[in-house]
């Protein structure tokens, strides 16, 4: 299984901007997904998750702003992130959880300028 992040750049405060997770290897029946977000000098802390019921939960600080889909017809997660803010900065990766297994893709970098 290999996901592909991609949809990262520079945007200002405020701009929006949709992050593709794109997964081969697999096929999404319901996924069990999540978005991290590591911002500089920090853990990694999840910012999405969509539980394989199909119950997304957002971390409080991204609520209202952003939001995680999943296009099963394509095998790709997708986060659009609105009314984005510096604090948002970072790299950003998506996770599946298959077959008892943790995958990971390679990350994908956003930068919100003030």
């Known amino acids: 299984v290999q996901l592909v992040e991609s949809g990262g750049g520079l945007v200002q405060a405020g701009g929006s901007l949709r992050l593709s997770c794109r997964a081969s290897?697999?096929?999404?029946?319901?996924?069990?997904l999540r978005w991290y977000h590591q911002a500089p000098g920090k853990e990694r802390e999840w910012v999405a998750i969509?539980?394989?019921?199909?119950?997304?939960e957002y971390k409080d600080s991204v609520k209202d702003r952003f939001t995680m889909s999943v296009d099963i017809t394509w095998n790709t997660a997708y986060l659009q992130m609105n009314n984005l803010k510096p604090d948002d900065t970072g790299i950003y990766y998506c996770?599946?959880?298959?077959?008892?297994?943790?995958?990971w893709g390679q990350g994908t970098q956003v930068t919100v300028s003030s």
């Open positions: 969509r539980s394989s019921n199909g119950a997304i």
């Open positions: 290897g697999t096929t999404f029946v319901q996924p069990d």
């Open positions: 996770q599946l959880h298959a077959s008892s297994r943790d995958y």
